[in-house]
Every structure is written in C-alpha cells, then in structure tokens.
C-alpha cells in the first residue's frame, strides 16, 4: 500500500498510508499528518492521489519542502523519494517493506497481505465507479498489482482482435515498473511462450523459476530474458478471453504464492468486465453516430424518409422551388403537406420573405374574406379597425392554403381572381392593390371528384394544380416509418426524459408492430403512439404493449420470410391463378398473353389438382 514513512520524536519508525484522494501534512491537529514544528504552517502542503500519480504541493509560497537540500513546491512522487518538512524526514514507497526472498513469508505477514489485497481491490473498485479515462485507470491497476505482488514489472495484455484464440496475436495495452512509470520496450521484455501458454490454456499459471521450468527449457525468450518469477491471470468475461494480466521479477525465485495468484485473478475478473463493458460502449458510441450520419442522409430539411416515393418527392420540390409557380400538395391527414410547403419556401428565391399559414378549414365561413383580403374600418360590425389580411401578411413570400378543399364556392371565385390578378381586395374597400405572393395549397380530399361533384370550381382546381405533388402515405413508406419514429423519440426526450436511446429503444416486437400497422392518421398518429409509448414504458426500452398498436392478424413478419425461390414459385402461382380468372379459365390464352407454352399452364393446373388430392386424402 502506498505511505509516508518516518521517524516519530520517540524514536521509532512510523508509516502513514495513502488511503485518501487527499492528504493534507501540517501542524493543524486537523491533518493527516500533524508535523509539530515552528516553520511547519497548520495546513502546509497536500499530497494528491490520482490514477498513476502521486503529487505533493505546498499550500502557500511561504511553505516549501526541501528535496535533496533543494527548496521546492511541487513534486510528483516516485518510489524511495525522500522529502523534508519542518525537521521530520519522510520517504514516499508504493509498497509496504517485504521480507527477503529466502525467508518464507510468516502467517501474520500472509493476513497483512490479504488485508493490504482487499484494500487495494476496494480502492481500485472505488476509482471505477468515478468518471475517469481508460488509459489511466488501467495504469492505476498494473500500478496496485505490481505494488501488491512485489514484481518488478507489470503489463497487460490484450489478446488478438481478429481471432483472440490465436497464441501468437496479442498486443501490449499497459506496462508499468514498480516506480509507477511506463517500461520502454515492453515487448522484449516478456515470454511469447509463457504468453501463448496462458492463451491457449485460458488458466491462471505461476513459474517460480522460468529458466529451469521444464515447460519452457526451450524458450529462447525465457533464456534470453533470464527469467525467474512470472505469474498470468487470463482476463475473462463469460469465457471470452480478452487478454492477460502478467507480472515478473527477474530477480528473485519462487517469489509468487498461490494466494497472490488468487488476488490476481480478482484483479483480472475486474479489469476483464471493465474493459469489455469500455469497449462495448466504444462500439455504442460508434453505432450512434453511424446511425446519426445514416439518418443524417435519410433527411430533406426538416423531413424524414429514403424510400422510393419520398425520393421522387424531394426531387420535384427541388425542381419547383427556384420558381413561382403554383403547387399543390395533396395526402391523406398527417402525412405531411405543411412540411413540403415548407421545403418549397426554404429552398426558393423567397426564403427570407414571411411564410403564411391559413387553414381554410378552421375559419368561419363569413370571416375567411376578410381573414385572407383584410378589411377596413366600418366594413362590418365589429371591424372598429383597419385590418391587412393573409396575402398581404405574405407579401414578398410564400402562403399555404391548407385544406383548400374545405373554401367555400363563393370565396372560390375571388381566390381565382387573385390568382390570376395578382390583386386583392379588402372587404369594405374600393380599391385594389397589388401583392407578391406565391401560393401553395394542400388537401386531404380528390380534387378532381370534388369538381365533378359541383363541390370546387374546375377553373380554381386548373390554376392551383399547375404543378401537384402527392405525398404517399405511412403505410406505402416501408421502412421510413422506422426511421421517423427514432427521430421523433430523439425531438421528444426533452419532453419525456433522456432515458430513450433513439437508435436503441424499439425492441423488435415495437419495430415489427410499427411496420405492420396500416397507420390511418400517418406520421401525426404514430407521433401520438409514440409519446404514450414513452409515458408509459417501464424501462428505457419501448415495446408493442407500450405502443398499443392493434396489428390486424396475419401480418408479415420476420417469421414469414422465406428462400428466395419459395417466394418466386409463390408469386408465380398467384399470377398465372389472376391471368386464367380473366380469361375465364382460357388455357390458351393465358399462355398466349403470358408468352409461355401451353404445356407450362396445364402443368401448374396438374400441380394444384394434385395438391387438392392429396389434402383431401390426409
């Protein structure tokens, strides 16, 4: 364990141990250390313990040390430095003082041991559960097994990535001397062949004495290091070995016991799951951002999606979106039009002009005149002011019609006329002024019905639809639905707390319901799931039950997938089947208008009759 040692006022040798992050040294009855001297200040320096590091500072200016005669403030201790404050001398060690070699260990010094053991696996257990780099903290372990064992170096071994069951690949991740610095050259200062029996074996293994250890007579790394004491740990998580734990003394003999290979092993059991659960969250932290690039990718403004339909989509609000022209956005509810309307503003010449939405359906019907012309002073009971209207709010920018549909025909013919005028008049006025503006509408309903009905005036449905773009719905979106319920559980979590990993919180019962569920509402009905979902949800992951979606029965799933062959054999079938049924069962014909042999159809009918025959007689 590392301490200070010295020599008290009645003569005999004392040790204070470095069990804290900080130890304060002064002449305060309150320190660690209390040095009763004159020239010692009640709180005169402090020694900081972090991982691989032990640094001693004086408190002021005015309160030095000395270092070999030399004054001094700071220093980073190593093994048998000495220092002085006021009159007391103290040695800095990072172990406790140990018998020699020949001398066989005494009971009360193997229960010091096992004492000093926990408490070094309790403080490095403390360091893990603090927030702190790898690389250090992996220092901080060779440096406290190497202290514990008495060996005079230490490293740790990493097993080959590629196949770690290969003896010959490994790599050295940490190397440490007893004075708790890096070693130079690590790699020729250790045994392939110790190291690759350790891997293959996958068992913990002492050699008290290397060079005349039978197993290794032949090593030429052995030989040539003249080793003497070697002990290995394999590190181990649920069989899968990571790599090793190894330590040696080239100086001493039978220097390892059986209960130090023991505390090794803990040391690996721990440095083993803190290594694989660092490496774990690497991989996390990678997936994330390539699946925060992918969807990065996936994205057009502020709207998500990559399939097929959604693609063509992008590409003709791209197109339409340097011009002027009148566009309009048709979709079921939900589906997104006021996003495309958006997306056309954003990406046109009026961008930093104002963006206006109406929603036509919303409006009282003898006030959408005046909520989208305005109005002046006295035009109505009520109008005690002059008031501008949606088109000239829009001017210089772009307006949204939403629900165009819903307008009734009266206001019809004056929205024509606007159109086509470029002008707009307010209710109670006389005059006319022009406006700028350019005009997207959107709708849930057809249009086209809705005129051969006498509910929309065709002239109005030819001047909106100069150019129509038609959004698909959810259900039509394959995979997309999956990519927009991560991204919306990534906008809700600063509403519904961060315990949502979006790119991890669908379990595959979650993902199989979304891609199953016809989604009547569209993307604004899964918003809605996925916020009870999140309410909801026991733990950071998102289940079918927490979405309460009613999955009609029979739909696909990953079960129902089959060879590619099967599938083609069954698409093949049901074709030819809808083919004979609209030639009403005209062999001939099917063949002719399939460009097959007649021969191929009788035998597909074979085929099912000789299925039937024998469903019958099972």
Not at 176 to 189: I, K, T
Not at 351 to 376: D, Q
Not at 429 to 446: C, F, H
Not at 589 to 599: E, I, S, Y
């Amino acid at each position: 364990m590392p301490h200070l040692q010295y020599t008290a006022l009645d003569g005999k040798t004392k040790q204070l141990a470095i069990v804290r992050k900080l130890t304060t040294l002064g002449s305060s009855k309150d320190s660690d250390l209390v040095i009763d001297s004159p020239d010692v200040a009640p709180a005169h320096a402090t020694l900081t313990h972090e991982p691989g590091r032990f640094r001693l500072e004086s408190t002021a200016r005015s309160n030095p040390f000395f270092v070999n005669g030399k004054k001094t403030r700071s220093l980073d201790l190593r093994h048998g430095d000495i220092f002085v404050i006021g009159e007391l001398e103290l040695t800095f060690s990072t172990l406790d003082e140990r018998p020699t070699p020949q001398t066989p260990t005494p009971r009360g010094d193997e229960s010091a041991l096992q004492l000093a053991a926990m408490q070094k696996l309790h403080n490095f257990s403390r360091l893990l559960a603090t927030p702190a780099d790898l690389d250090g903290l992996l220092d901080e372990l060779i440096d406290q097994v190497v202290s514990l064992t008495r060996a005079s170096k230490g490293f740790l071994v990493l097993a080959g990535v590629s196949n770690p069951d290969d003896p010959a690949g490994y790599e050295i991740r940490v190397a440490r001397n007893l004075e708790r610095e890096p070693v130079d050259d690590p790699s020729a200062l250790l045994s392939d062949d110790i190291i690759s029996s350790v891997i293959s074996s996958k068992k913990p293994q002492i050699i008290s004495d290397a060079l005349h250890d039978t197993r290794f007579q032949n090593s030429l790394s052995v030989i040539n290091l003249k080793l003497s004491s070697v002990m290995c740990a394999p590190l181990l998580v649920r069989g899968e070995l990571l790599g090793l734990l190894y330590v040696g003394n080239n100086d001493i003999v039978d220097l390892f016991t059986s209960e130090q290979l023991e505390t090794l092993e803990v040391f690996a059991s721990q440095a083993a799951l803190f290594i694989k659960n660092a490496t774990l969250l690497n991989e996390l932290r990678s997936e994330k951002t390539e699946l925060a690039e992918r969807l990065e990718n996936v994205k057009f403004g502020s709207i998500i999606g990559a399939c097929p339909q959604m693609i063509e989509v992008y590409k003709r609000v791209e197109k339409v979106a340097s011009t002027d022209i009148t566009v309009l956005v048709t979709g079921e509810t939900g589906t997104g039009k006021e996003l495309i309307a958006h997306e056309i503003h954003d990406r046109s010449p009026r961008a930093k002009g104002p963006f206006v939405t109406v929603n036509c359906g919303a409006i009282p019907e003898n006030l959408i005149e005046s909520e989208l012309f305005g109005h002046v002073k006295g035009a109505f009971t009520g109008a005690v002011a002059n008031q501008i209207g949606k088109f000239q709010a829009a001017d210089k920018g772009t307006i949204f019609l939403d629900e165009i549909g819903e307008m009734p025909l009266a206001l019809q013919v004056k929205l024509l006329r606007v159109l086509q005028e470029r002008q707009i008049q307010r209710v109670g006025d006389s005059k006319t002024m022009p406006i700028d503006v350019r005009v997207v509408a959107a709708t849930n309903r057809e249009l086209r019905r809705e005129v051969d009905e006498g509910n929309f005036r065709e002239d109005l449905y030819f001047r909106l639809n100069v150019i129509g773009i038609e959004l698909p719905p959810l259900r039509d979106r394959g995979n997309d639905v999956l990519l927009i319920a991560r991204y919306l559980v990534g906008r809700f979590t600063k509403e519904f707390g961060d315990r949502f990993d979006p790119q991890t919180c669908f379990e595959d019962s979650a993902e199989r319901a979304m891609a199953n569920f016809s989604w009547p509402g569209n993307i604004r009905q899964l918003e809605n799931h996925l916020k009870k979902a999140m309410v909801l949800a026991e733990g950071p992951r998102i289940n079918a039950a927490d979405l309460d979606l009613d999955v009609p029965e029979g739909a696909s799933s990953p079960e129902d997938i089959v060879p590619l062959t099967e599938a083609r054999d069954r698409w093949q079938r049901a074709y030819i089947d809808k083919v004979l049924a609209l030639n009403n069962g005209n062999r001939t014909k099917t063949a002719r208008d399939l460009g097959v042999d007649p021969r191929t159809i009788f035998r597909h009918l074979e085929k099912i009759e000789k299925e039937k025959s024998q469903e019958a007689s099972s």
